[in-house]
C-alpha cells in the first residue's frame, strides 16, 4: 500500500512543483486548490488541511465551516492536465472538532458501504465496471433571464448541418441513431478519443476500449477495466477531469449531460456489477438462468424494487428523465434479462466465463456522484440477498414492442426528478443499515436537490411559445 514515502519517491522522480488537493462535493463536481509542494511534509499527514466547508455544495451551514482534508497517498499521481508538474492526490475529508470522518464526504459514504459488505459476511468484495458516455461538441451557449431563454450546440458532426455552408462542408455526419460504429471519416473524433485513453492510461485507468456512440454530434464513449467500489469511483472522477480537459485543449467542449440533444441518444452510465468471496465470483451457476446463481438473482431483485429510489442518487438531474423514455434504447422498464439491452438489468453473454459473470443496471447516467451512486445500487443488492428478494421471470422480449396489456404489468422507472426524490424519501432504510448513509445526507440530497426542481418548472419553456402563444 502507497506511504507519504512513496509519494515523496514520486515527487522526487517526477520534479513536481505544485501539490493538487481534489475531493468530491455531495452532488459530484470534483473541487480542488494547490500548495507549494514544500508544504506537503509541514504536518499535513498527521493533521490534514483546513477549508472552508460552507462554500461547498451540500456541505457545512457558515457557523461551522471549518472542515479538514486529508490526502490518501493510494491516489497521488502525476497531474496529466498540469502544465507545472503537478501532484494529484484525491482527499478524504473530517471535522476538526469531533476528528470523525465528515458524514457527508461521498468518498466516506463509499468505504462504508464496502466494510458493510465485508461485515455482512455476504462477500469480500464488489466490482464496479461502468461505461460512461458523453458528447464532444464545437459550441455551446445557453442562457436563461426574465425574458429570454434558450440553449444552442452545435458540432462539425451534427446532422444538422449536412447543409451548412462550411467552405466547404465535406459531409460524413453521422445521422441519427447510427453513430454506432462508423469509422472515420464519419467519426471524427478518433484521435481526440485516442489522446483521452492515452492520459487515462498516464494515471493508472486500465482503458479497455473506445468508440463513437449511437448519437449524432460527437457522442463518445471509454470504457476501463473494473475495480473495486472506491477505486472506480475515483477512476470515475479522474476519468471526467481527462476528458473535459483533453477536449478543451482542442478548442471542444465535452459534456456528460444525460440528455443535451432532442431526438438522439442520450448518455448513459450503464453499471457492471459483481460479488466475490474468498476469491471465488458468487454471481456464476451453470444451471441458472443466464448462468446466474441464486445470489445473483436475489442481488438483481433487490436492484429492482429499490430502482426509484437508487435514481435519485443515480439519475440525479431533471435532464436524466429526458433520457429515460422510450425509443432511444434507454432502460425504462424494472425488469431483467440476458443480452436484452431494453431491460433495466441486463446480463451479458459474451463470454461464459464464471469469473465474468455480471449483472449490468442500466438506468444510471454519468451526471450522477459515483461514490453515492455506487454505494445506493450495493445496498440495494446486499438488501435483496437478505431478503432473499425474487426478480421475477426475466423477460426476454423487446420491452418497446410488448402490447399495452403486457406493459400494464411491468414497473417502470420514475418520470421525473421529483418522483425519484419522493421515492427515496418513502424508501431509504436498506441505505441507513451499517451507517453507509446517515440521516444527514438523505435529508440533505432531498433539499438539495428538490430545490433544483421549481428552478426548472416555474420558468416558460421556450416550445411554450411555440405551442401557445396565439392563444
Not at 512543483?17 to 455531495?26: G, M, S, Y
Not at 455506487?374 to 445496498?379: E, N, R, S, Y
Not at 426475466?394 to 410488448?402: A, G, H
Amino acid at each position: 500500500m502507497p506511504t507519504p514515502e512513496n509519494v515523496r519517491e514520486l515527487i522526487a522522480k517526477h520534479g513536481i512543483k505544485v501539490v493538487d488537493l481534489k475531493f468530491n462535493d455531495l452532488p459530484g463536481l470534483w473541487q480542488h486548490f494547490s500548495i507549494p509542494v514544500e508544504e506537503l511534509d509541514r504536518g499535513i499527514w498527521e493533521d490534514g488541511i483546513g477549508f472552508d466547508g460552507s462554500s461547498i455544495r451540500g456541505f457545512q451551514k457558515i457557523q461551522e465551516s471549518d472542515m479538514n482534508l486529508f490526502p490518501d497517498p493510494e491516489t497521488a499521481v502525476l497531474d496529466p492536465v498540469c502544465q507545472i508538474p503537478t501532484l494529484s492526490m484525491i482527499c478524504d475529508i473530517y471535522d476538526p472538532i469531533t476528528k470523525e470522518p465528515y458524514t457527508r464526504d461521498p468518498r466516506f459514504i463509499a468505504k462504508k458501504a464496502e466494510d458493510y459488505l465485508r461485515k455482512s459476511g455476504i462477500a469480500d468484495v464488489s466490482y464496479w465496471g461502468p461505461e460512461l458516455e458523453f458528447f464532444i461538441f464545437d459550441d455551446i451557449r445557453f442562457d436563461s433571464t426574465e425574458n429570454a431563454s434558450f440553449y444552442f450546440v452545435d458540432s462539425i458532426e451534427g446532422e444538422w448541418n449536412t447543409g451548412r455552408d462550411e467552405k466547404p462542408n465535406l459531409g460524413y455526419k453521422p445521422r441519427f441513431k447510427e453513430g454506432y460504429f462508423p469509422v472515420p471519416p464519419h467519426d471524427s473524433y478518433q484521435d481526440l478519443r485516442s489522446q483521452m485513453i492515452l492520459k487515462m492510461a498516464e494515471v493508472g485507468i486500465p482503458v479497455e476500449k473506445q468508440h463513437h456512440e449511437v448519437a449524432t454530434a460527437g457522442q463518445g464513449e471509454i470504457d476501463f477495466r473494473y475495480g473495486t467500489l472506491v477505486q472506480t469511483a475515483d477512476r470515475v472522477m479522474m476519468y471526467k477531469y481527462i476528458v473535459k480537459n483533453v477536449a478543451r485543449a482542442a478548442g471542444k467542449v465535452a459534456t456528460f449531460m444525460p440528455k443535451p440533444l432532442f431526438g438522439d441518444n442520450g448518455s448513459g452510465m450503464h453499471t457492471h456489477q459483481s460479488l466475490f468471496k474468498g476469491g471465488e465470483t458468487l454471481m456464476y451457476d451453470k444451471n441458472g438462468y443466464a448462468g446466474l446463481s441464486q445470489t445473483a438473482l436475489w442481488y438483481i431483485g433487490g436492484l429492482l424494487k429499490h430502482a426509484p429510489a437508487i435514481l435519485a442518487f443515480a439519475a440525479p438531474t431533471t435532464n436524466s428523465y429526458k433520457r429515460l423514455v422510450p425509443g432511444y434504447e434507454a432502460p425504462v422498464n424494472l425488469v431483467y434479462s440476458a443480452r436484452n439491452r431494453s431491460a433495466a438489468c441486463r446480463i451479458p453473454l459474451y463470454t461464459d466465463h464464471p469469473s465474468h459473470k455480471r449483472i449490468e443496471f442500466r438506468p444510471p447516467d454519468p451526471s450522477c456522484n459515483p461514490y453515492l451512486a455506487f454505494a445506493a445500487m450495493l445496498m440495494a443488492g446486499i438488501d435483496g440477498i437478505i431478503n432473499q428478494i425474487d426478480p421475477g421471470p426475466p423477460l426476454d422480449k423487446n420491452t418497446y414492442e410488448l402490447s399495452p396489456e403486457e406493459l400494464a404489468k411491468i414497473r417502470t422507472v420514475p418520470g421525473s426528478l421529483s418522483e425519484a426524490l419522493d421515492a427515496l424519501e418513502r424508501d431509504h432504510e436498506f441505505l441507513l443499515r451499517g451507517d453507509v448513509f446517515t440521516p444527514d445526507v438523505i435529508e440533505t440530497w432531498l433539499e438539495y436537490k428538490r430545490a433544483e426542481i421549481p428552478k426548472v418548472n416555474l420558468r416558460p419553456h421556450p416550445y411554450e411559445f411555440h405551442l401557445y402563444f396565439d392563444a
